[in-house]
């Protein structure tokens, strides 16, 4: 039997707990929190599977033009994950990072955010990086923004250089990026970091998503053949 090559970096675009909801006659909110609750579950097994760093992105910043209610409430199941809920992450040796702008965002879940990052820093199992209020050309802007501070010649501008400012720079590229819903757009995530990865699709939405599927995401990815650009 062939051994799984097990992707060290997938990103989950989670999509369609929305239409989730409004399938089963539930409203938005619902949607978010199935989602929430599968979210967790889906991190926790993708590392117990080998995966080393899990990608999620949770809130863009084109989110923002949502409703004011529907943003209140995503911000709250936010929240949840980095107070209530964090020892979820904790007990099982995950580390936490935070990737996105802190634009807009309340000096509370600012706070939530440092404490969090601080609390699982030193977790080894493996990383989330939770993209939070963030857009892949964003954050190239801002990673271009800290080089010309930092004072470097343009000469000196090298594509590692672009990637030891991006936002958490040990996050590495990733192999493999899942998009649920069947939506086929990459939405801003990720840009820098997805020049070379695997794309896969599933029809499913987000809230539907379970462990088995985890399964047949890295037995898919075991059979391509990357040749990055070779």
């Avoid at 929305?18 to 993708?46: M, Q």
């Avoid at 010649?153 to 030891?164: E, F, G, K, P, Y």
Wanted: some cysteine; charged content about 25%.
């Amino acid at each position: 039997m062939t051994e799984l090559t097990v992707p060290k970096h997938i990103g989950y675009i989670v999509d369609g707990n929305r239409r989730w909801a409004k399938k089963h006659g539930l409203p938005a909110y619902e949607g978010h929190l199935a989602g929430y609750n599968v979210l967790k579950d889906i991190v926790i097994d993708t590392i117990t599977a080998g995966v080393e760093y899990v990608s999620v992105y949770i809130f863009s910043t084109e989110n923002w033009k949502r409703s004011e209610e529907e943003v209140s409430k995503l911000m709250g199941l936010v929240l949840k994950l980095l107070t209530s809920d964090l020892p979820i992450l904790d007990d099982n040796n995950i580390k936490l990072r935070v990737l996105g702008s802190r634009d807009r965002l309340s000096d509370r879940i600012i706070k939530a955010i440092d404490e969090a990052e601080s609390r699982t820093a030193d977790n080894t199992a493996g990383t989330l990086a939770l993209c939070f209020n963030y857009g892949g050309q964003l954050e190239i802007v801002d990673a271009v923004k800290k080089i010309i501070e930092s004072g470097v010649s343009a000469d000196a501008v090298t594509a590692d250089l672009v990637s030891q400012n991006l936002y958490a720079p040990e996050v590495p590229p990733l192999d493999l990026v899942v998009r649920t819903s069947g939506e086929q757009r990459l939405s801003n995530f990720m840009l820098w970091r997805v020049a070379y990865s695997e794309i896969m699709f599933i029809e499913k939405t987000w809230p539907d998503i379970t462990k088995e599927e985890i399964a047949n995401i890295i037995s898919d990815f075991s059979k391509r053949s990357r040749r990055f650009g070779g």
